[in-house]
């Protein structure tokens, strides 16, 4: 399969007609059984929130995660940002992002979640430092309800411990206004180097 097939796989793809026009209800868990599908599982508990069906959305071949970002190396399956953020965009969703870094993310976070827009959140996984994808929908003032793929229930983590010492990328998620017209790939992309740094930069401040 060539590059341009890989491409038009997932960009090609049918998929359901969207029109998400309310606040999502209350998150469940989507368990993992697959390495590099936490991505899509996260996503999947989002669009059933917002009850969207993530199978007549044919989110596994849209979001590309079995496709390796790197033709030869079969390890880069998984959930990237452009598409991601391609996809969202075609099922009349929008985002904004939100850097875990900056001193205000707790209030922006804490304002997002009141206004029922879940949380879709890269981390490194304090186990073993792996990327991983959760979702997150609820904030009681300390604590942020996490739904992760790994977990078969919700769990709960102290949001400012949470950004500083897991959370690399965090994505608003909400439906979109008509005159919401992004640049989904640019943005993904510009996403994914500002994850690369703070990496680097946590990494440097880890003893």
């Keep these: 399969m060539t590059t341009t097939n890989r491409i038009d796989e997932k960009m090609l793809a049918s998929h359901a007609i969207s029109h998400p026009d309310r606040a999502a209800e209350i998150l469940w868990p989507e368990q993992q059984f697959e390495n590099h599908t936490c991505g899509l599982h996260a996503l999947s508990a989002i669009y059933r929130g917002f009850g969207l069906n993530p ?25 990237l940002h452009p598409d991601l953020l391609r ?25 997002s979640l009141a206004a029922r827009h879940p949380l879709l959140i890269l981390i490194s996984r304090p186990e073993n430092g792996h990327l991983h994808w959760i979702a997150a929908d609820r904030f009681d003032g300390q604590n942020l309800r996490v739904i992760d793929s790994l977990k078969a229930s919700p769990t709960f983590f ?9 959370a690399l990328s965090v994505i608003e998620i909400m439906p979109a206004p008509n005159d919401f017209k992004p640049n989904a790939h640019l943005e993904g992309i510009l996403e994914m180097n500002a994850v690369r740094q703070r990496l680097a930069a946590r990494m440097q401040t880890t003893p």
Aim: no cysteine; proline share 5%.
């Design 158 to 166: 102290e949001l400012d411990v949470f950004l500083r010492d897991q």
């Design 87 to 111: 996809v969202l965009a075609e099922d009349e969703l929008a985002w904004r992002m939100i850097d875990p870094s900056l001193a205000n993310a707790t209030g922006e976070i804490a304002q």
């Design 55 to 79: 199978e007549s959305e044919n989110l596994r071949i849209r979001l590309g995660v079995d496709i390796p970002a790197v033709p030869i190396d079969s390890t880069t399956t998984g959930t």
